[in-house]
């Protein structure tokens, strides 16, 4: 089975510092992880994807993640922070299942709460 | 069109009414999501529609019944629900790829419930 464990509950950065957000997953096949921002009192949008092509996945807004499986981590970096960026983040995995055969559903972390100082 | 669709945005809602929750998407996907979400919390999964049949119903107490009318369609009918009920409910969608392998989830902004 699988499982996410984001490391931070909460990461406080000023504005024009990088940002990095800690997730460590477990699964026992291979595999794909997702990484998703909520804005206060919004849906979830999906901010990249690592589904076994490239390790280093870039997504919008700036943000990317480094898949390392020696690490089973999937952290996810920005270089420089902005005030818009202020929000959770959730860590997610799903895998690929064989009985019955298919994508498990999702699984989430707890969330990160990124504030953002002027 | 690359939009998931939640109305209403706000519902409140007696204890003994009946009402629904409607999600709508055009993007072509055939496979539906309810989530509900509390605050502070990951969303939970609550049922997974593939091709307009129900796939997995994630031990959801009967006050809350969900339908699929068509490929863009899914609601949430709730019925004698309770004050603990109330969170935001959150739809999602995503192309299915094959039998039981799904892309990613495209989610709407949710519906803000609250029972009194």
């Known amino acids: 089975a699988q499982s996410v464990t984001q490391l931070d509950s909460h990461v406080s950065v000023s504005e024009g510092t990088p940002v990095l957000l800690r997730c460590n997953y477990s699964s026992s096949y291979s595999p794909s992880l997702f990484w998703y921002v909520q804005h206060p009192n919004k849906g979830l949008q999906l901010l990249l994807k690592y589904t076994s092509a490239a390790t280093l996945v870039k997504g919008i807004n700036g943000f990317e993640a480094e898949f390392k499986k020696s690490e089973t981590s999937f952290h996810l970096t920005k270089p420089s922070a902005h005030m818009s960026d202020a929000a959770e983040y959730f860590c997610?995995?799903?895998?690929?299942?064989?009985?019955?055969?298919?994508?498990?559903?999702?699984?989430f972390g707890k969330g990160t709460r990124l504030s953002v100082i002027a | 069109d690359t939009e998931v669709t939640q109305t209403p945005k706000h519902l409140v809602m007696g204890m003994t009414n009946k009402k629904s929750l409607k999600c709508e998407q055009h993007m072509g996907h055939r496979a539906m999501y309810w989530y509900k979400q509390k605050a502070k919390k990951p969303p939970e999964l609550m049922f997974v529609?593939?091709?307009?049949?129900?796939?997995i119903n994630e031990s959801v107490p009967s006050r809350f019944s969900p339908e699929c009318p068509n490929s863009s369609l899914l609601n949430l009918h709730l019925h004698a629900l309770q004050p603990e009920d109330s969170a935001l409910y959150l739809c999602?969608?995503?192309?299915?790829?094959?039998?039981?392998?799904?892309?990613?989830?495209?989610f709407g902004p949710g519906t803000r419930l609250t029972v009194l």
């Open positions: 529609y593939s091709y307009e049949k129900l796939s």
């Open positions: 997610v995995v799903s895998e690929v299942d064989l009985n019955p055969p298919g994508n498990t559903p999702l699984v």
């Open positions: 999602a969608s995503s192309q299915v790829l094959s039998q039981g392998y799904y892309n990613e989830q495209f």
